[in-house]
């Protein structure tokens, strides 16, 4: 019994459970292959249910994961982080990290997945075989089946692909197809002017999420350092404060590597978060923290994703 006690007090730090939430949109938009999207109505939701739990900072989380811990992160730099998060991270206190894609700022292209989305679901019919020549070398490979089957093929050659390449594909595919995308407002990023007003909200931090948003794993160290380096110091300067915290683009385990979180630490970043779907403890790893990604549910649901995940 003396012995199970001691046990159970040396365990006490490392049982303490806190989660980091991942989110990308607040807005309610179809198709949504990627489940980026979160209604208005349940974001409110969710941050009115954080009062029952200890909403952190992502650094203090990480350095400290407290029982019942929830740190709220979002990725890529959609423009409704501010016209719709924002506003009700403010309204209930939460603070929140938001990881932005540096290369897509102020420009007039949407993300490449989102072109490739309106490439596949916009026109009023699409072949049910397509041949598609993949990157600079052009490799040929055909896709077939239902428009999402031809789309989930189609981004899995394009993702591992450097932006260039991207591309090129994409347009090759748009000409195929004879469908242009269009840059759509309801898909934008976040403009320079937008992030600074971000950055200066109490409770919104700002982190990097490389600048062409490529799968790190595939480009050379070279490439990964400049992503890693450019993009931080890019927000560094539009925000008028330290850049400490950086994301994984995709950020499975297959899309950075052990040299990909070396880069990261030399760069000066403090912590780094993965898509890792676990609770963060004190054993977790400063630069592959997990997060959980959140998608479209209720307030009742999200409560009790987060108490499966929070207990104490
Ligand atoms: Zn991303």
Known sequence: MFLKRIAKRI???????????????VASIAPD????????????QHMSVLRKFRPLRLEDIAARPLPRSVAVTFDDGYADNLTHAKPVIEKYGI?????????????SR???????????????????????????????HT????????????????????????RET????????????????????????????????????IGAHTVTHPRLSTQSLRDQKTEIECSKIFLEELAGAPVATFSYPYGGSNHYSLHTCEIVRQAGYRFACTTNPQAVTRLSKPYELPRLN???????????LLESYCYS
């Open 11 to 25: 365990a006490a730090p490392f049982r303490s459970r806190g989660v980091i939430l991942l989110y990308h949109r």
């Open 95 to 107: 603070p929140a990290t938001f990881f932005l894609a540096t290369g897509y700022i102020g420009g």
């Open 110 to 140: 949407e993300f490449w997945w989102d072109e490739l989305e309106q490439l596949i679901f916009q026109p009023e019919s699409v072949a049910e075989t397509l041949d598609v020549s993949i990157g600079r070398r052009f490799d040929q």
């Open 143 to 166: 896709v077939s089946g239902s428009r999402l089957e031809i789309h989930d093929q189609i981004y899995d050659y394009l993702q591992p692909l450097a932006q260039d390449e991207r």
């Open 33 to 44: 292959r990627w489940s980026l999207c979160v209604s208005r109505e349940h974001f409110e």
């Open 170 to 205: 994409l347009e090759r595919l748009s000409d195929q197809i004879g469908h242009k995308p269009q840059f759509r407002q309801s898909h934008r990023q976040l403009s320079p002017g937008e992030i600074s007003e971000l950055s200066k909200c109490e409770f919104a931090e």
């Open 294 to 304: 959140i998608g479209d549910m209720d307030g009742d649901r999200f409560e009790r």
